[in-house]
């Protein structure tokens, strides 16, 4: 696993490895699992950084900007987005453990041959609530690859109702490497105190196109549930 300090840069060789930069600073990030894929999109090609972060600290931690830079051979900047395309919960509390995707669109006729990633976490205390929403079982079936059934299934064990309940989940293969990040939301309806609910998840047709043509197998899901109430 990789310790990152201050901010994550990872960079990526060839799209084969990836090797950590580090720099001064007392923010710790773990990431606990990671990887960058290619696919075709409705009108143009995506390249998509996946992960899985943890807070090691004693600090909590907002993540406010994750950078995606693509580049070619020559090392000069294609594409790059600032942006996440999925996160989880923005505030880490110690030890709290997040997913979060980037992705950049992928110029006609280049080819990416290196990208580097910065995710950028700020100390600041948050002003809500922040709870954590019991995750008790994820469910992958594959029966139908082009159609695979995905189930989460949450809890509030809180003894109250919890609003903004968000769900973010990862599709990995059998080494648990992620190929895919989603999320559900239940919004502003509220799940009662000592209530479940089950969610019925939705994949990339793109993804799966990709996975099919890579020999992929997907066979499992990861899920985190978490509600922030301002």
Known sequence: MKRI???????????????????????????????????KGYSDMKGVY???VQNNTDQGYYLTTGTLTLKDADGNEVSSNKYFSKLGSK???P????FLSIEAKIPEGVEVKDYTVEIIPVERYYTGEDYVIEVNDC??????????QITTTITNTYDKPIRHITLIFAVEDANGTIYYIGSESLGMNSLGANSTFIFLNAMSKDIL????????????????????DR
């Open 50 to 52: 996946l992960a899985k």
């Open 139 to 148: 469910v992958y079936d594959g029966t139908n690859e082009d159609n695979p």
């Open 91 to 93: 505030y880490l509390a």
């Open 5 to 39: 300090l201050a901010f994550l840069m990872v960079i990526g060789i060839a799209l084969m490895a990836i090797c950590p930069a580090f720099a001064d600073g007392s923010m710790e990030l773990t990431i606990l699992s990671e990887n960058y894929i290619e696919y």
């Open 95 to 98: 030890g709290e453990i997040t």
């Open 209 to 228: 196109t990709y996975v099919k043509e890579k020999g992929i197998t997907l066979t499992q899901v990861e899920a985190l549930a978490f509600a922030e």
